[in-house]
């Protein structure tokens, strides 16, 4: 029995001496890869870089509005009738006083014929009723109707006269006509619509800004315009009207520009871009646009830090920024604040980075961030 007893206490030292051995040598590891992992270091990542660059840019406030033309009317008869001729195209640039359409004046030709021979009697029988009066062979009533009578033969010519040139109907100023809407032979009625036609040099354009913007407009400040429709074409022109009220349900005041349009090419309705131009410059710190990573929480730049005795070679360290930011223009951004010029800053890759990560400069295949950039098709 004893022997047996030995036996088994032997077994167990022995297993508990196998178990602490295991549990030393796995603590060991753990350790081990505890010290390993708190050496060890991810390898830098390769970024493009920037400088921060002070500058001047001149104050531009972007809006959008639409061309809006200076002279707009709907051409219409002012008398019934049919239509002799139609003297114009849809489409066409006519000239102030062009002839658009002739109606029919038969009729008031032959009336006017009529009171013409009537308004030369009654104008001799008045002539001869004088005579007779400075004769006392008549009284001053005969005298009273005859004259009476030559003034309305007048007025009834004069009438048919200004009634026969309204049926000619003329173009009240220089423009564009749209698709006409009658045609020879028609029978148009008063009001009835002839074309529309348009003044197109030069033409307005309408938009609106806020009401923070007042105090940076006045009329005669610069305004370009480009239009999608015409890629790559702009228009200079000048503010030549502010509202002078604010519209209360958005608080933007409605500004219009003049423009000049000798090519024609700018036609009421199109939709365009403005951009308002201050007459002065300010300082500003650019970056390139891609450089920002934006957060609901703040927009923030990765600024690379110097690196051991000024190796740019060298792995560096970053350290996130938060920026406010001002205008963009192109490939470009403002930093209103939270950099300084001169400082370096990672321009691509920064979404992968965080506070003291290394990272290596690699500007070989950077893109380079433009002021006013022209992208094109390959």
Known sequence: MKSKGRVWIAAVVGLVVVIATLAGIKVAQIRAMIQAGKAFSPPPEAVTSAKVEAGRWRSRQAAIGSLV????????????????TVDF?????VKRGAVMARLDVTNEVAQLESATADAALAQTTAERARKLRQG????????????????????VVSNLKATIAKKTIHAPF???VAIRQIERGQVISPGTSIATLQSVDPIYAEFALPQQALGNLTVGQA????VDSFPGATWEGKISTINSEVDVSTRNVRVRATLPNKDGRLRPGLFVNVEVNASDEHDVLVIPATAVVYAPYGDTVFV???GPGGDKAAPRAVEPRFVRLGERRG??????????????IVSNGAFKLHKGMQVIENNALAPKAELDPKPTDR
């Open 331 to 344: 490939d470009l951004v403002a930093a209103i604040s939270g950099l300084k010029a001169g400082e370096t």
């Open 223 to 226: 305004v370009t315009v480009t």
């Open 69 to 84: 033309a200076v002279h707009d009317v709907t051409l219409g008869a002012e008398f019934p009738g049919l239509v002799q």
């Open 89 to 93: 195209d849809s489409g066409q640039l």
């Open 136 to 155: 006392g062979a008549n009284t001053q009533a005969d005298l009273d109707a005859a004259e009476a009578r030559a003034k309305q033969t007048v007025a």
């Open 304 to 306: 690379i830090q110097a």
């Open 174 to 176: 220089d423009g564009r």
